[in-house]
């Protein structure tokens, strides 16, 4: 049902590396049909991006403004919602909102002896595009999760994407879109619309960053066009790792790995705990309640193929391994958390203690729910407004400062060969 | 010798995209070479490497230590510098690691009055790479502003790789790495080098983030394993771009001109001015000066191919034009250049008035010399210790908080079908 490792098995290391593991393959049919479609866009604009959603949307229409939702009809979607509905939803927004103000970056400057200034000035990006798949990943907390950050760091413009095969629009992910303020939403996705939004046609307008997960198209297209325009990290499955001392309730922890499961069978439940005992309640948990999901099936499958328990030593070994793991999300469900957490140098977000669990952090506790997955939070952050803010140095010499530190740089730029170099700088030291 | 533009033009725009448009071309047999070696080097390792940089570097070796530099010969290498360069790369290095402690982000957290506390806490990166190119690239000044940032961060390892055709170890990029406090350095390059931090040899650690510059082969193999480990932007040719409104010397601004033309042939210098007599005078400048210039015929190419002296409207178009060209070192050679500044969203660095020139920056300002190029300024940021660092959201929800919690995340949960959500947060909330 679930695999059970124990750290003194001679050949855990191996077992881990293989349930780890997960890259996406990088299919020549994928980046070949990519490749295709970014040229088409490039090449004819909105017709080629018409044709495109015509052959993989179903959805023939005879221009772009047709694919566009009209800013009343987002409204109309939010005014739909029922009350209970939309009073969650706007309590997420506000947490979300106030949550990131706090990541807000400022200017600073240092003044120097002899006049010289040296700073950084930080300015928000003008326009950025959210990706938000078609059909069961279509979440309007992650339009949400998306656009809170952009429009906190100031972005002037958010154009949203997503996809509607069919033609039919999520209202939820509508009213999400008018309620973060999305400016303008076209029904366009697949690689098409990341080449639309990083390129430019006729009707859509280049953007200047893209973020917001999609399938494999999605992925290799924003890899592609990775540098004409910024994007966010490349997502892989959702992952949690929970630490258990055997004080928490089995089924609150069978539940919350359940609900990582639930999200789709590549996704990954791990719970490290060094009582062999507690690690056979949450499997008996897990077996009790899994019929009582709706999503049995895909949990099922999550747990058999990358789900484990794991027995550890004793914590310190848990810790060790959270590190090695950098898991996305790292619930601490021990008694003493506080004790742990100096100890945990990698994860996206950790949950510290019994009450902080997941589930609340994926909706409305305020921190972003897109988080670095696949070991990625060994390098990289949650997406914040930091992502939709951008420095630039400034830089101040005044006279004396020129005459200070010419001779400096032109030793240093003669010992490289870089003649024009050391005399922009002598001129300025009157030499 | 080098092209003159006028934005009255009536095909100024065309003109200037033609100027800007520089797309490192997607060679398949680039990508095809560099997948290859990638698989080599994770399958095969330290042997792999070792042929590699036997066919490539001629540099025939039985084992990856004798590709390593012993700690004693980067400091002799630093201890056989002459004076004057050994001051000015200390004068230099204690500068940059000056500058840099102002970028150091710092932990956060709010407190809510039911008890629940949220916030950031800022951790650095364990392992970092840095690649430096080999022969005439190689700049001992790149190995300070790559390595320095890490250094102030708080990264434990650095490790430095630089291929050595021939067997031939640059002194001062030995000297550079020993003051900056590089841990280690192995003398490979190309892919296998990047794939040997990517994903680790028996003898190569693996690295969680790799930097700098490189041919395209190296730039190839750093879009491919990127996700594996985090990398910097994909560097482009060198930029500058020069506002004048007639104020300076121009001998200076012509110099400045040739100080980024002398990178390579495709590096970009551009001024844009409003005086079209002052453009005379700069494009005499620069006929007379070019040929005292050891380098004269890289920068007659870089010039004549990729520069422009371009006579704007009055400064506010210029400013549009900057915001469009969105360069990496931006010079506001002007007066007064403080009523320009507001006017600037983009640019990597921003040189306020005459004595501030992009050369004292390359070297000693302090301020990064790595800098976003080819329009990314738009939405990327200045190498600095923000890029060493990286974040995990931090989440203690109360008991009274998981209540007042719980219900909206599960009414958002089942809106979004996903009842194991739903349950976990509910069982917080007691219900």
Redesign the interface.
Known sequence: MINRLATSDADFRQRLEVLLAF?AA?DAGVQQAV?DIISDVRARGDAAVLDLTKRFDRLDVGSIAELEVPRAEMQRALDGLPA??R???E??CERVRS?HT??LQQD?E?SEADG?R????V?P??RVGIYVPGG?AS???SVLMNAMPAKVAGVAEIIMVAPTPGGERNQ?VLAAAALAGVDRVFTIGGAQAVAALAYGTESIPAV??IVGPGNAYVAEAK??V?????ID??A?PSEVLVISDASG?P??VA??L??Q???DERAQSILLCPDAAYLARVEESIARLLPT???AEI?AVSLRERGALIQVRDLDEACEIANYIAAEHLELSVEDPEAL?PK?????????????????????????HV??T?R???????L?V?DFQ??????????A??AA?????A???Y???????????E??SGK
């Open positions: 890259e990088l490749s209970e509905q009073k969650a939803l309590v997420a949550y706090h990541q600073w240092i010289t040296l700073g950084q000035r300015t990006l003008d069961k979440y309007p907390s939820l200047d960053k890899r592609r990775f540098g004409r325009v910024g990290m490349v892989g309730d089924d609150w539940m919350d359940f609900a499961a639930e999200h999901m709706p999503r949990i957490l945990i140098r990698h994860a996206g977000a950790i949950f510290i203690g019994h009450w902080s669990v997941e589930a609340l952090g994926d909706y409305c506790a305020g921190p972003n988080l670095p696949g990625s939070a060994r390098f990289s952050s949650p914040g930091y951008k420095r630039s140095s400034l830089i101040r010499i005044s006279q400062g020129a530190l010419a001779p400096v740089a030793t240093l730029a010992g490289e060969g870089l003649q024009a170099h050391a005399r922009s700088a001129y300025r």
